[in-house]
C-alpha cells in the first residue's frame, strides 16, 4: 500500500486508509509472515541437520540474547509505539520540514545510544556470557559466545535505524517495503546457513544475520527516497517532540524489557540442565512461533488501528464487539492448532532435523514443544489485549502485568525445571503468559464495562469441542496409517503420512464446528472477500 492509496486530506497530508486497504494489508502481511516463516523453517532444517541440538547452537542461541535485547528494547516495538504517532501528527499537519527534523533526532539519538551499548557489550561479552546468560558454560562455550554476540552486535547497529525507516514507512502508510524487511533478513541468516557455514562453521550464520540485517536495512531506502526524507547531523536533545517520543517509549521499553529478561532466566536455567537444553528451548520457540506470529500477530496489526480509531471517538460499544470479534478469531484459530502441535509435534521435529537429534534430543525438543503449544493460545490472545490498553493510550497497565507474569515465570521456572527440565521452562513462560492476559481481562472488562463474555465462552466451548474430535481423527487416522504400513519410509513417506494427518485433522475440525455451530470459520472469510471485492485499489500496490 502506498501513500497514493490513501484517502488525502485537504492539505495533502496521509490520511487513514478505508476499509479495503486495511483488508488488503492485512491479506499482505499475512503474505509476507508466511513467507518469512517459510524462509525460517528452511534454516532450522538446514541447522538442525547440520548442528543439532548441541554446543555449538547452543552458543549462538546465547550469544543472541544480548544483542537482541538490545534491538527489541532501542529499535523495536516500543519505538514504533512512540514515534509514528508524533511523526504521524507532523504529516497530518503537512509540516514536513519538521517531520523530518524529529526524524532526523531520532535516528541520530537511537543510533548513539545504540553504538554506546554495543561497546559496552563487545568489551564485557565474556563476562555477559559467564555472569549472565549462561553461567553453565565451560570456558571453551563461554568465548565462543562472546566471538559470536560481537558479530552480532554489528546487526544491532544496523537495525537501530532500520527499525526506524519502518515507522517513516508506516506513517505515509506504505507497507510493501517494511514488509519485505524481515524477509530479506531471514534471506541474509539463509545464506549464511548455505553458504557460510562450512568454510566458517557456527559463525557464518552469525554474518548471515549481519548481511540480512544490511537487506533489512536497504530495501526501505528506495521508499524514503520516494516521500524525499531529508536527513539532518543534528541531536536536537532540546527538541520537545523528542523527549515526547521518549516519554511514549518508556512504559512499552520497560515492557518489551521483561519479554527479554523472561527469555535471559530461561536460557540461564536451561544453561544449567545439561548440553542442548538452551537449543531444545529455542527448537521449542521457534516452532511454536510460526503459528502465532501468522495469527495472533497478524490479527493484532489489524484491530490495532481500528481499536485505536473507535477509542478516539468515544465508542466503547465499537471497542467491545471488535475486541470481542478478535478474540473469537484467536480461539477458533489457535485451539486447533495448539492440538495439532501436540500430536504432529514429534514427527515435525523428525521431519526438520533428519536424524540430527539423537532420541534424547527430540524428547527434549518435543517436551518443549508440547508446553509451548498450550502457550499459543495465551500468546496470541495477548496480542489482541494488550493492543485494547495502548489503544486507550494506557501503556502502564500492560507493563505492570508484564511485571507480574515475569515473576510467576521466574518462581515456575525454577520450580518447574527441577522436575520435568527444559519442558518446564517452556510451561512456565506459557502459565506466566496465562496469568497476564487473566490480569489484563479482568480489568479490561471492568474498564470497558464488559467484553461479551457469553458470545467469549460460546465459542470458546465449541472451539474446544471440535478440536477435541479433530484430535481423535489425528489419532484415528495415525492408527490406521501404521495398520496399512505407511510409517518409517523415507523422507517423501514422512512427508505424506504428516501431510494425510493434517488434512484429516483440518477436515474433521472444519466439519464439527460447523455441526456445532461455530460461524466464525466461515464468517472471517466471507467478510475479508466482501472487503476486497467491494473496494478494489485504485493504483497498484508499490
Avoid: C
Avoid at 256 to 269: E, I, Q, R
Avoid at 416 to 430: D, H, Q, R
Amino acid at each position: 500500500m502506498t501513500e497514493a492509496e490513501t484517502i488525502s486530506t485537504p492539505n495533502g497530508a496521509p490520511a487513514r486508509p478505508t476499509t479495503g486497504q486495511l483488508a488488503r494489508s492485512t491479506v499482505l502481511l499475512m503474505v509476507t509472515f508466511g513467507l518469512a516463516k517459510a524462509i525460517s523453517l528452511a534454516q532450522v532444517f538446514i541447522i538442525a541437520n547440520v548442528f543439532g541440538a548441541g554446543a555449538e547452537w547452543d552458543a549462538y542461541i546465547t550469544a543472541n540474547r544480548i544483542p537482541e535485547l538490545l534491538v527489541l528494547l532501542i529499535g523495536g516495538g516500543a519505538l514504533g509505539y512512540a514515534f509514528i504517532p508524533v511523526f504521524g501528527g507532523l504529516l497530518a499537519q503537512n509540516d514536513r520540514d519538521e517531520a523530518w527534523r524529529l526524524a532526523s533526532h531520532v535516528i541520530n539519538t537511537i543510533f548513539s545510544v545504540t553504538a554506546i551499548l554495543s561497546v559496552f557489550a563487545f568489551l564485557l561479552a565474556p563476562w555477559l556470557v559467564r555472569t549472565v546468560v549462561a553461567p553453565g558454560f565451560d570456558e571453551a562455550q563461554v568465548a565462543q559466545t562472546a566471538s559470536l554476540m560481537r558479530i552480532l552486535l554489528l546487526s544491532t547497529l544496523i537495525f537501530s535505524v532500520s527499525g526506524i525507516f519502518q515507522g517513516i514507512l508506516h506513517s505515509f502508510n506504505h507497507f510493501l517495503l517494511p514488509a519485505l524487511a524481515p524477509i530479506l533478513f531471514d534471506v541474509g541468516i539463509l545464506f549464511g546457513v548455505v553458504f557460510l557455514t562450512g568454510p566458517l562453521g557456527v559463525y557464518g550464520i552469525a554474518w548471515g544475520a549481519v548481511l540480512g540485517a544490511a537487506l533489512h536495512f536497504g530495501i526501505q531506502v528506495p521508499g524514503l527516497i520516494r516521500y524525499r526524507m531529508r536527513w539532518r547531523l543534528e541531536w536536537g536533545l532540546r527538541d520537545p517532540r523528542l523527549r515526547q517520543v521518549i516519554q511514549l517509549m518508556i512504559p512499552r521499553l520497560l515492557g518489551l524489557g521483561v519479554v527479554s529478561f523472561n527469555f535471559v532466566v530461561a536460557n540461564n536455567v536451561a544453561s544449567r540442565l545439561g548440553p542442548g537444553s538452551v537449543s531444545a528451548f529455542d527448537w521449542g520457540w521457534r516452532l511454536m512461533q510460526i503459528p502465532e506470529t501468522l495469527l495472533g500477530s497478524a490479527m493484532g496489526f489489524v484491530i490495532f488501528p481500528t481499536l485505536a480509531a473507535l477509542s478516539a471517538l468515544g465508542d466503547a460499544r465499537g471497542k467491545r464487539e471488535a475486541m470481542n470479534g478478535a478474540l473469537r478469531f484467536i480461539f477458533v484459530a489457535t485451539i486447533p492448532s495448539a492440538v495439532g502441535l501436540i500430536l504432529l509435534g514429534r514427527p515435525l521435529i523428525g521431519l526438520l532435523e533428519r536424524g540430527a537429534f539423537d532420541a534424547a534430543a527430540s524428547d527434549l525438543v518435543y517436551s518443549a514443544l508440547q508446553y509451548f503449544a498450550l502457550g499459543l493460545i495465551v500468546h496470541s490472545m495477548l496480542e489482541i489485549v494488550a493492543r485494547s490498553f495502548y489503544a486507550d493510550k494506557d501503556t502502564m497497565t500492560p507493563l505492570f502485568a508484564a511485571v507480574a507474569a515475569a515473576l510467576v515465570n521466574l518462581v515456575l521456572a525454577l520450580t518447574l525445571s527441577n522436575t520435568i527440565g527444559v519442558g518446564g521452562l517452556a510451561l512456565a513462560n506459557s502459565a506466566a503468559v496465562a496469568v497476564e492476559v487473566g490480569v489484563l481481562l479482568v480489568l479490561l472488562r471492568r474498564r470497558w464495562q464488559g467484553l461479551g463474555e457469553t458470545g467469549l465462552l460460546a465459542t470458546l466451548a465449541r472451539t474446544v469441542l471440535a478440536s477435541a474430535a479433530m484430535g481423535i481423527g489425528i489419532l484415528a487416522a495415525g492408527a490406521l496409517l501404521d495398520a496399512i504400513g505407511l510409517v518409517d519410509g523415507g523422507l517423501l513417506l514422512e512427508v505424506v503420512r504428516l501431510g494425510l494427518l493434517g488434512v484429516v485433522g483440518l477436515a474433521v475440525y472444519v466439519i464439527t464446528a460447523l455441526l456445532l455451530g461455530l460461524h466464525e470459520i466461515r464468517d472471517v472469510a466471507d467478510r475479508m472477500l466482501r472487503r476486497v471485492r467491494r473496494e478494489a485499489p485504485s493504483v497498484d500496490a508499490a
